[in-house]
């Protein structure tokens, strides 16, 4: 059975920093796409990053427009976790933050598109003051 566990959020003043991670088990981490999805109140859910696993050392990373220069998506297959750093943290950055993975081919992962991801944690808050 997969789970994802996620850990890191919290609250902060905009301009800070904060690093989300995402433990993965039962999945089967040396390959396929995972990503970060955020969803605030009213809105929809959003593809903020995803990392596709095509080799050893071998990565595709997309990022949604806001966040790009900003955020950056990491994977360790030997600790099999997923993280988000994430800096210049902005107030519209708020919401809850999840974690998915999906058994995706490159574009499919890049594309971004929370709808084709079957895995989910149940997310961890991030809350960015003025």
């Known amino acids: 059975q997969v789970q994802l566990v996620e850990s890191g959020g919290g609250s902060v003043q905009a301009g800070g920093s904060l690093r989300l991670s995402c433990a993965a088990s039962g999945y089967p981490y040396y390959r396929g796409c995972m990503g970060w999805f955020r969803q605030a109140p009213g809105k929809e859910r959003e593809g903020v990053a995803t990392?596709?696993?095509?080799?050893?050392?071998?990565?595709?990373?997309a990022y949604h427009d806001s966040v790009k220069g900003r955020f950056t998506i990491s994977r360790d297959n030997a600790k099999n976790t997923v993280d988000l750093q994430m800096n210049s943290l902005k107030p519209e950055d708020s919401a809850m933050y999840y974690c998915?993975?999906?058994?995706?081919?490159?574009?499919?992962?890049?594309?971004?598109?929370?709808?084709?991801?079957?895995?989910w944690g149940r997310g961890t808050q991030v809350t960015v003051s003025f």
């Open positions: 998915a993975a999906a058994d995706l081919g490159r574009d499919a992962c890049v594309s971004r598109r929370w709808a084709a991801f079957g895995y």
């Open positions: 990392i596709y696993s095509a080799d050893v050392g071998v990565f595709y990373v």
